[in-house]
């Protein structure tokens, strides 16, 4: 069975850091593209940021460039996403996924989902 299950999140101040941890098991992820995405309320899912399981390359939305990295320790079987200079429009529930579909940008090209970590940023 797989899992994908988040931690890290929490209530930061404008300009703050936050670094998330996405622990993966239940199969093997080889050739899976890990992702973030995140949900604030009453909007769409959206796509934060990407990295190939097996070569580490890695895909931002324009929205998080230069602030957000991500990144994975394979001997871990773990995805982090390293937050910093957080503003109060990051506030959303952080979902990691993993699909090997190819680069999606879109929710719905994931096949499995962690139950989400909330982060909330305050001015």
């Known amino acids: 069975q797989v899992q994908l ?5 929490g209530s930061v101040q404008t300009g703050g850091s936050l670094r998330l941890s996405c622990v993966a ?4 992820f080889s050739g899976y593209l890990m992702a ?3 949900q604030a309320p009453g909007k769409e899912r959206e796509f934060v940021a990407a990295i190939y399981w097996d070569s580490g390359r890695t895909y931002d939305a324009d929205s998080v460039k230069g ?8 001997s871990k079987n773990t995805v982090y996403l390293q937050m910093n200079s957080l503003k109060p429009e ?26 989400g970590t ?6």
Do not use: H, K, L, P
Request: charged letters at 15%.
């Open 67 to 74: 602030r957000f990295t991500i990144s994975r320790d394979n």
């Open 90 to 115: 990051d506030t959303a529930v952080y979902y990691c996924a993993a699909g090997i579909n190819g680069v999606q940008v879109v929710a719905s090209g994931y096949d499995y989902w962690g139950q």
């Open 5 to 9: 299950v988040e931690s890290g999140g």
């Open 118 to 123: 909330q982060v909330t940023v305050s001015s």
């Open 25 to 28: 098991s239940g199969r093997t």
């Open 36 to 38: 973030w995405f995140r």
